[in-house]
């Protein structure tokens, strides 16, 4: 049982890698549902952009807000950018930071997989999603470089949470209706007690 974007819940845990000591990094406000723009499509992000300081900041940017929330992986959509890329780091030690830029799923194994997923854009709840186990994902790396990957588990659940929300879409999009309901029940309560 893996929590999902919150899966470095204990913050003793969370050892961060040097460069997110940069004291010239801030956080990002990370919208939260029921925030209409989480339901955005992203657009391709230019290329053009990805060399620029103000791009190569937002990145570091969305690393530090990500590893501090604490979680796993940040799409653009959920900082309120809606262009398609995304950071993720599911490593044990916080370690093995990982840029997609216009991400492309090729493949999805036949094999599905359960991970109980959470969200920093729907915090305090948690849900079993089943998606493909392993995928091929093609992506540009934070240079520019095209790469390829293929990837099984907890980060193949990731990626395909983080391309969903550049899709517009949410986790709790998965769950049977009746799931869903009970989730976002929870969800209000739990908004209703932090007001
Ligand atoms: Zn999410």
Known sequence: MTCFEAAAADPRRVRRPQFHQNPAMSLLPILELPHPR???????????????????????DMFETMYVAPGIGLAATQVDVHDRFMVIDVSENRDQPLVFINPV????????????????????????VTRAD???????????????????????????????????????????PLKRDRALK???????GRD
Do not use: M, W
Request: proline share 3%; aromatic share 6%; with cysteine.
């Open 38 to 60: 989480l339901r955005n499509v992203a657009g391709t992000l230019d290329a053009d952009r990805i060399a620029t300081p103000g791009f190569q900041r937002l990145l570091d």
């Open 186 to 192: 929870k969800y209000e309560k739990l908004r209703k």
């Open 105 to 128: 799923i090729h493949r999805r194994t036949e094999q599905l997989r359960e991970h109980q997923e959470g969200c920093l854009s729907i915090p305090g709840i948690y849900a079993d």
């Open 134 to 176: 392993g995928i091929q994902v093609e992506a540009l790396d934070r240079h520019g470089k095209p790469f390829v990957l293929e990837v099984d588990d907890l980060l193949a659940t990731c990626i395909q949470h983080e391309i969903d929300h550049l899709d517009g879409k949410l986790f709790i999009d998965h769950l049977s």
